[in-house]
């Protein structure tokens, strides 16, 4: 049951209010009667009214309620509030008041905001089931699923069952409700500001831990989910517990600024005012104080404050076009401060706020903020997704049947929702949670089909990566960022595309030191779970680190296993000069492979060919490598030999041209070949044993390697390999594919030059 009492040191507003501290600074302005707690709680012991008229209790919901929906049916708010009021009757908080005065004024706060009816009827039931004998199946039955539903997501699970872990368990169900049906967590919003409102009767060590998990946990969802007027109050709240002094500092030039003859905002006002008149565009033109924690924030930011710095302009327009209209009237006649501008119309914030802000400045120096939007704008900036209504209602043209499609699920959420279910313990999933909430930035990035990823700030390849495929990101080798190759600790930016490279090894596992790079849950719980998951291949990796020098300073690049290569070949671990591009590839776990390149005179082997100059000595020629069955022709060279070609390499367009006469040249029957292939890869530690091991596997000998110095993490090699069979070529290019970290095996291009 929650307990809390009326708190005379909070900073915030009488209960029932629901749009933030009132500051000193803010003008008075014609609202409904102060709600009184005792008046309803002797209001609710009178019991319920008659069936044919609605409780006076609930006028005060019913007048916000009617405000925002004047065709809302009344009667499941009449029947809630009976129920309420009923099954909590003869429990009390903590202040002496009844403690139906608590679900009143959580509704109240939902109805000011613009709550449906669904919402504001779950919100008047929602502490039945948790603290009375009410049962989620008698709410179903008086009030339908939804509300069952909506009841259920904020019911807390009991210490009884879950000890310690019942708050973080709480949270996770109430989750993963919210992923279906976003009202959960407008109730779970609107209860918390009630309770931190009325929190000073309660012990200073419980008041400091609430607020504690307020700040960590509720006010980043508020924000997430667009409702600014809760996450505001609640933000001065928790000041006022967790920093007193600063609170009380911060109020002090609150009272103070308000005592001032003049104010540099209401001068400001007027002059916009007075612009956008003789413009002609209708708008409304307001001055909103800030919050305390704003003033804060700006004095730590600017030092000494002024009183611009105390609030901000909010112009509030008809239509999208009129915002951008009074923004071309204030720049034209008032002087902008450029780097102030930023437009949320055209790129919306994440939590679905938009706004146009500026800032104009004064001849004395003085800057003002200012906001322009719609009214329909300005509603969501302050309700967020409370704003949207009942986002689950079918449209018209809509069946009702099958699952429901929630509009107002965002990227985070479901990210949330992803890797919440790995967290392997109620501990480890409340401090991820904790640090995922932390990071309040979103980015979107694109990927080659058209789809979109959205991650936070600050989110790398390795995040893209997990993010689109789960655990399959463990085999992923690469990235191209805007079409180019990339590693995968490269931090994304908004609006990049990202295409990511996959391995085709389905035993594939992930690095280590992809930890220091991951930057979200998912990301990092996969990891962390594989590393768990195979022990004695983590603790091979960190051996592998510690004696290959793989912990290195961050100018290095953790994921390929090198520093920036200044002329290093880390594949085989030996150190060799930038200019050296031949490589000492092994062909198996212990004996070393001939290796020196090909000698000019070296007479190739190639498969049986058979050419229409008997006795003639016949060649393959290392332009093209030809093997069966490729389409082959021949030309006469100086000592009486026949070189052979394929058809499509460049010299045999030249040598016709030359006026050289080809000779017939077909395979026989043996199909020993000669062949010269490139492996295209990224940059990891074992890359050359792991690939010439691959080849070796297959039956090729390597006759000639060369590995050229590594560019952008990605490094090229050439092989001149012999085979025993020319049908065993695609197995061979199959196998190099499936090695880790390269990313395309092709045959060597026709050159340019010479035969």
């Not at 004047?70 to 909590?88: C, K, N, W």
């Not at 989910?225 to 920093?243: C, N, P, S, W, Y």
């Not at 091979?540 to 953790?558: F, I, V, W």
Request: net charge negative.
């Amino acid at each position: 049951m929650s307990a809390e009492a009326t708190n005379p040191v909070t900073p915030g507003p009488m209960p029932g209010a629901a749009s933030g501290p009132v500051t000193p600074t803010a003008p008075r302005r014609k609202t409904r009667p102060r709600i009184d707690l005792r008046r309803l709680g002797r209001a609710a012991l009178l019991g319920p009214a008659a069936r044919d008229r609605l409780p006076d209790a609930i006028s005060h919901v019913v007048e916000a309620h009617r405000a925002h929906h004047p065709e809302a049916d009344l009667d499941p708010l009449r029947r809630a509030y009976v129920l309420a009021e009923s099954s909590h009757r003869g429990q009390m908080r903590k202040s002496g008041e009844p403690y139906i005065t608590h679900p009143l004024a959580v509704t109240l706060i939902l109805a000011e905001l613009g709550a449906e009816t669904t919402t504001l009827t779950a919100s008047l039931l929602h502490d039945t089931v948790e603290d009375t004998d009410v049962t989620l199946d008698q709410v179903g039955e008086q009030f339908g699923e939804e509300v069952r539903y909506l009841v259920d997501g904020v019911t807390k699970l009991e210490k009884v069952d879950y000890g310690a872990a019942a708050e973080p368990e709480t949270f996770r169900k109430m989750l993963v409700a919210t992923g279906n049906d976003v009202r959960v967590m407008s109730i779970k919003l609107a209860d918390r500001l009630h309770n931190m409102r009325t929190l000073g009767v309660m012990r200073p060590e419980k008041q400091e831990r609430i607020a504690k998990v307020t700040r960590d946990v509720l006010i980043p969802l508020a924000e997430r989910l667009g409702v600014q007027a809760l996450k505001t109050e609640l933000e001065d709240l928790v000041f006022a517990i967790l920093h007193p002094e600063e609170y009380a500092h911060t109020r002090e030039l609150i009272v103070r600024n308000a005592d001032r003859a003049d104010d540099p905002l209401a001068e400001v006002a007027d002059e916009v005012r007075s612009v956008l008149r003789e413009a002609g565009i209708p708008a409304e033109v307001l001055i909103r104080p800030r919050h305390f924690v704003s003033v804060h924030r700006v004095s730590r930011k600017r030092g000494r404050l002024r009183g611009s710095d105390f609030g901000r302009l909010l112009v509030l327009v008809g239509e999208d076009a009129d915002c951008y209209g009074v923004l071309g009237e204030l720049h034209t006649c008032m002087t902008p401060v450029v780097s102030e501008f930023k437009d949320f119309i055209a790129v919306p914030k994440f939590n679905l706020y938009q706004s146009l802000h500026t800032a104009v400045a004064r001849a004395d120096g003085q800057v003002v903020e200012v906001l322009i939007r719609t009214h329909q704008m300005h509603k969501v900036a302050e309700a967020g997704v409370v704003a949207l209504g009942n986002p689950y209602a079918p449209a018209p043209d809509d069946p009702a049947d099958g699952e429901r499609v929630d509009p107002t699920r965002p990227g985070w959420l479901s990210r949330l929702l992803d890797w919440q279910e790995a967290a392997p313990d109620p501990d480890h999933f409340w401090s991820t949670l904790r640090e995922d909430l932390a990071q309040d930035r979103e980015i979107t990035v694109f990927r080659p089909d058209g789809g979109t990823l959205g991650l936070p700030e600050g989110a790398t390849c390795v995040d893209a990566a997990y993010a689109q495929y789960g655990e399959d990101a463990h085999a992923c080798i690469g990235a191209r960022v805007n079409g180019r190759l990339a590693t995968l600790s490269t931090v994304l930016r908004d609006g990049d595309t990202v295409q990511l490279l996959m391995g085709q090894d389905p035993a594939s596992e992930p690095s280590r030191e992809w930890l220091e790079h991951a930057h979200t849950p998912a990301a990092r719980i996969a990891i962390q779970r594989w590393l768990a998951a195979h022990p004695a291949q983590a603790e091979a990796q960190e051996h592998e680190a510690r004696t290959t020098g793989t912990d290195r300073p961050s100018g290095g690049d953790p994921l390929s296993g090198t520093d920036r290569f200044s002329g290093a070949d880390r594949f085989s671990g030996t150190e060799r000069p930038s200019g050296d591009r031949t490589a000492t590839p092994r062909t198996g776990p212990e004996a070393p492979a001939a290796s020196a390149p090909e000698q000019p005179g070296a007479r190739p082997a190639g498969g049986d060919v058979l050419a229409d100059r008997p006795g003639a000595t016949v060649r393959l020629a290392r332009c093209c490598t030809p093997v069966p069955p490729d389409e082959i022709t021949g030309f006469a060279v100086r000592g009486g030999a026949v070189t052979v070609h394929r058809v499509q390499c460049p010299a045999v367009a030249r040598m016709k041209d030359g006026g050289r006469e080809d000779v017939g040249v077909r395979w026989g029957e043996a199909t020993e070949c000669r062949v010269t292939l490139v492996a295209e890869s990224f940059v990891r530690p074992h890359l050359l044993a792991d690939l010439t091991e691959a080849m070796a596997l297959e039956g090729a000998e390597i006759v000639s390697a060369t590995v050229e110095p590594p560019t952008q993490q990605q490094v090229r090699h050439t092989y001149t390999v012999q085979l025993p069979d020319a049908a065993h070529l695609p197995a061979l290019m199959r196998a190099m594919r499936n090695v880790a970290g390269v990313y395309d095996v092709s045959r060597a291009q026709p050159q340019t030059q010479g035969t």
